[in-house]
C-alpha cells in the first residue's frame, strides 16, 4: 500500500510564493515518476510538472519559470515551489506517483491540497 500525502496549500496574494510538499509512504519503487496535477472549479484535472526518479523534471507551460519542482529520495518527499503566484493558479492540487514492474501499471494519489490565489 502507498499512500501520498500533501502539505503546503493555502490562500496567498497574487505575486506570492507557496511551497508544496507530497510525502510518500508505503511499498514505492525506487525507479518512480512523480508529478503534480492541479484542477480547478470546473476543469478537467492537468499535469503542472512532473520528476523523475533521476529529478528529470517537465513542466507546463503556464508555469515555466514561475514553478520548481524538486524531490529528496532519501526522505521520499516531492516539492512544487510555486512563485509569482496568480489568481488562475487557483486549485486544488494533488500529488501522483507512478511507475511500471513487471509490466503492471502501478498509479497512486494523493487527497489534494487547496491553493488558493487572490487577486
Known amino acids: 500500500q502507498v499512500q501520498l500525502v500533501e502539505s503546503g496549500g493555502g490562500l496567498v496574494q497574487a505575486g506570492g510564493s507557496l511551497r508544496l510538499s507530497c510525502a510518500a509512504s508505503?511499498?514505492?519503487?525506487?525507479?518512480?515518476?512523480m508529478a503534480w496535477y492541479r484542477q480547478a472549479p470546473g476543469k478537467q484535472r492537468e499535469l503542472v510538472a512532473s520528476?523523475?526518479?533521476?529529478?528529470?523534471?517537465n513542466y507546463e507551460d503556464s508555469v515555466k519559470g514561475r514553478f520548481t519542482i524538486s524531490r529528496d529520495n532519501a526522505k521520499n518527499t516531492m516539492y512544487l515551489q510555486m512563485n509569482s503566484l496568480k489568481p488562475e493558479d487557483t486549485a486544488v492540487y494533488y500529488c501522483?506517483?507512478?511507475?511500471?514492474?513487471?509490466?503492471?501499471?502501478?498509479?497512486?494519489w494523493g487527497q489534494g491540497t487547496q491553493v488558493t490565489v487572490s487577486s
Open positions: 501522483n506517483a507512478f511507475w511500471r514492474r513487471f509490466g503492471r501499471l502501478y498509479n497512486y
Open positions: 508505503g511499498s514505492i519503487f525506487s525507479s518512480n515518476t
Open positions: 520528476i523523475t526518479s533521476g529529478s528529470s523534471a
